[in-house]
């Protein structure tokens, strides 16, 4: 999956590079409108639909691309919104550490007995349902304020995250999944984290929910066309 996991870095930076000029010629605050159009709702709405749509072949990749979504979101994310950020701050994350356990076990090829791989198993499958739970009792938290900016946002975020696609696709060797996957990945609207984050530094919060809900309403006609698109008739 390297290569999958190279084209999800280059959507992810790679929107935003694409939309910089853009916000500064609109005179956009760039820490309002930047990480919202980065980094994308990979776990609430990437996963589950990846599943929907391909089913457990596909989960591996989907889960790549939302370790890679995160990482960034917690490394270059909190970057942009404070230059100050330490990035070893990671390490106190659950979410990571169960990854650098993973790859651990993997490259080890270590195997969990039977019973507590069940366990994680089972624990993992529950996960998914309380994203979406989760992604629709933060929604409920926003409102319409500056819906123009949340318009802009909806129509630009997936334009750009395809549009990295198509200009990363012939330096990349993908099959028609991973194509597919990548595609649906870059057209997600913004994660509801953009919000949580947005509090945290006072980076107009609100603004930042108005950018996130629209973005996830238009999602609902952006991702049936995308998904049209990808998969085979």
């Not at 979504?69 to 390490?91: A, W």
């Not at 979406?132 to 750009?160: H, M, T, Y």
């Not at 309403?217 to 998969?231: G, K």
Request: proline share 7%; with cysteine.
């Amino acid at each position: 999956l390297r290569d999958l996991a190279i084209g999800g870095v280059a959507v992810i930076l790679g929107s935003g590079l694409l939309l910089l000029p853009l916000a500064w010629l609109l005179r956009i605050n760039l820490k309002t409108f930047l990480p919202p159009m980065m980094f994308n709702n990979s776990g609430n709405m990437g996963i589950p639909l990846v599943l929907f749509a391909f089913g457990e072949q596909a989960l591996q990749a989907a889960v790549v691309l939302f370790i890679i979504e995160m990482v960034l979101h917690f490394t270059v994310g909190f970057y942009i919104l404070d230059h100050r950020t330490n990035p070893l701050r990671l390490l106190k994350m659950p979410m990571i550490q169960a990854t650098i356990l993973g790859l651990w076990c993997s490259s080890l090829q270590i195997t969990l007995p039977e019973p507590l791989a069940n366990t994680v198993k089972l624990l993992g499958q529950v996960s998914i349902p309380l994203l979406l739970f989760s992604l629709g009792v933060r929604l409920l938290e926003v409102n319409f304020r500056d819906w123009k900016l949340g318009v802009f946002g909806a129509i630009a975020g997936p334009a750009a995250g395809i549009a990295c696609v198509l200009l990363v696709k012939p330096l990349l060797t993908l099959d028609s999944l991973q194509y597919a996957q990548l595609l649906i990945f870059a057209a997600l609207p913004p994660a509801v984290m953009n919000v949580l984050v947005a509090e945290q530094y006072q980076q107009e919060p609100q603004r930042v929910a108005s950018i996130v809900l629209l973005g996830n309403l238009a999602s609902l006609l952006v991702i049936p066309v995308v998904l049209w698109a990808v998969l085979p008739h």
